[in-house]
């Protein structure tokens, strides 16, 4: 479910919780900037005395919209070539033009919702939702930029890329403030919504689903998994993939050299800034987390979905039942790291 290039543009302090905020030193050589967002933080709804509390978020206002830009070609004229692009485990992605044209299902219109209403509120980390082709094919736009591919690139894998990842995570969650899914909504989710939902997730926000793009900013693309739940789910799960909790030999594969995983762990729940209750619990939520994804994989696999079937049969599920033996030796330096 990877495929390169579409969406993202900010940067502020990452909101604080739980510890001090990260403030990242940028030592990236001038031709790999860091990733940075050039939005404005969002306005403080509580005086500095008063913290929120420690049991919720605090509670967001609506955006202002933006002013609507110019939107790529449903239709393009004859001529334009129709290029694969690559990754999509789970879609057959092309470009075509300044679009990106992949499998719609019986979730798009609902993904399409949700993006439609993140343009308006002016969030730039996603694709915008151009409608359905004439080969009943979604149509995305374009963004230019590189997609994280194993093993990383040593920008990929730095602390600023981290902070400004959960970040990201954090202003996606924000930006659905006032959005209402269309009547039936239906979502590609591995089982039913839980019953703590806050927002809608994205379920993948792993490295090979965000651009890099050659401002330097960071998007989300792939949101054929996205459906409702907590914030700490979506947290878990970009954790476990950007910190990375891998063994040190699937770390070293992938592209990162031993990372010191309970600091790093830190870094992404004070950027993306935690509530205490959500610290205290996200250790024990990455582990479900990962039990979620072979156990949906598998399920979806045993129902018949071919691209479900290929990543059982590639053996892609075994690198997650490694990453559970590691959390669980790991697991008192990762919550002690948290506190």
Request: hydrophobic share 30%; proline share 14%.
């Amino acid at each position: 479910m990877t495929y390169p290039n579409r969406g993202s543009n900010m940067s502020w302090p990452p909101p604080g919780g739980g510890g001090q905020p990260y403030a990242p030193q940028h030592s990236q050589p001038p031709q790999q900037p860091p990733p940075a967002y050039h939005q404005a933080p969002p306005p403080q709804h509580q005086p500095p005395h008063q913290p929120p509390p420690v049991h919720q978020y605090p509670p967001q206002q609506p955006q202002q919209p933006v002013r609507p830009q110019p939107v790529p070609q449903l239709h393009p004229e004859p001529g334009y070539e129709e290029v694969p692009l690559r990754g999509g485990n789970v879609s057959t992605v092309h470009r075509v033009g300044d679009t990106v044209r992949r499998n719609a299902g019986p979730w798009t219109p609902s993904v399409h919702a949700l993006l439609r209403h993140l343009e308006y509120v002016g969030f730039s980390g996603s694709p915008r939702a151009l409608g359905i082709d004439e080969k009943k094919r979604e149509v995305l736009s374009y963004l230019e930029g590189e997609c994280g591919e194993y093993p990383l690139a040593e920008h990929w894998v730095t602390d600023e890329a981290l902070v400004t990842v959960a970040t990201m995570l954090r202003m996606f969650h924000d930006a659905q403030y006032g959005f209402q899914p269309p009547p039936g909504a239906v979502w590609r989710s591995f089982g039913p919504p839980p019953p703590d939902t806050e927002v809608i997730c994205h379920h993948d926000a792993a490295p090979h689903n965000v651009i890099w793009r050659p401002d330097g900013t960071l998007a989300l693309i792939d949101f054929d998994l996205a459906s409702p739940g907590a914030r700490i789910y979506d947290v878990a799960y970009a954790a476990w993939t950007w910190v990375p909790l891998f063994s040190d030999r699937d770390s070293q594969t992938l592209g990162w050299k031993r990372p010191n995983r309970p600091r790093r762990l830190r870094l992404f729940a004070d950027a993306y800034g935690l509530i205490p209750r959500d610290r205290h619990r996200l250790v024990r939520t990455i582990r479900k987390r990962i039990v979620d994804h072979v156990e949906g994989i598998r399920r979806m696999a045993a129902a018949g979905d071919p691209a479900f079937v290929t990543i059982v049969q590639k053996g892609h599920l075994r690198r997650p039942m490694r990453d559970l033996r590691l959390l669980d030796y790991e697991r008192n330096a990762l919550e002690y790291t948290l506190r």
